[in-house]
């Protein structure tokens, strides 16, 4: 099914079938580089993490990942494969859900140093600025050498920068 923006409203899911779980490993294999994610020095594998779907029209249009840590829910990942009709938006929002039920009292996430995009989404719903790792992207390519060394705009990838919004 074509993905569009129709006005079919988007519904937000939790991943309970084979054939979500296989959607989310390949958009993994796909946009993250592999089956692993590697934030904040921790490696991540699909199956260690909670996630939602985002579905419109019986089409999949977007995906968050994450984990509730200790005093923190870490956004993993997030992909809107359909812009401007609100995807990453609601897939945020159902992640902040999730870290609220969990009792946790704050959502981190990060991102590359190429991605001013992401940066500007974040802020512009209550995310702030909260460290610079200078280096760790180079670290975690140690780990993960599908990291590429270029990113968004021919930007050089070399630094994480951790984003947080607290409630």
């Known amino acids: 099914m074509e993905l569009s923006r129709t006005h079919h409203p ?3 899911i939790r991943p309970q079938r084979e054939a979500d779980r296989r959607w989310l490993l390949d958009l993994w294999n796909r946009e993250w580089g592999g089956e692993t ?3 904040r020095g ?3 594998r699909l199956e260690d993490v909670e996630a939602v779907i985002a579905v419109q029209g019986g089409a999949y249009v977007g995906a968050a990942t994450f984990v509730v840590l200790d005093e923190e829910c870490e956004l993993l990942s997030l992909n809107s494969l359909v812009e401007g009709i609100g995807v990453g ?3 945020l929002q ?3 859900d999730a870290a609220q039920q969990a009792g946790v009292p704050r959502v981190t ?3 590359s140093n190429d991605n001013l995009k992401a940066m500007r989404f974040y802020q512009r719903r209550g995310y702030r600025f909260h460290a610079v790792h200078v280096g760790a992207i180079d670290e975690a390519r140690k780990r993960k050498p599908s990291i590429p060394r270029l990113g968004l705009d021919g930007i050089p990838l070399h630094d994480e920068i951790e984003m947080r919004k607290v409630w």
């Open 94 to 96: 159902a992640v902040e």
């Open 37 to 39: 994610m590697v934030s």
């Open 109 to 111: 996430l990060i991102t």
């Open 42 to 44: 921790r490696v991540y």
């Open 89 to 91: 938006t609601r897939l």
């Open 10 to 12: 988007i519904q937000v």
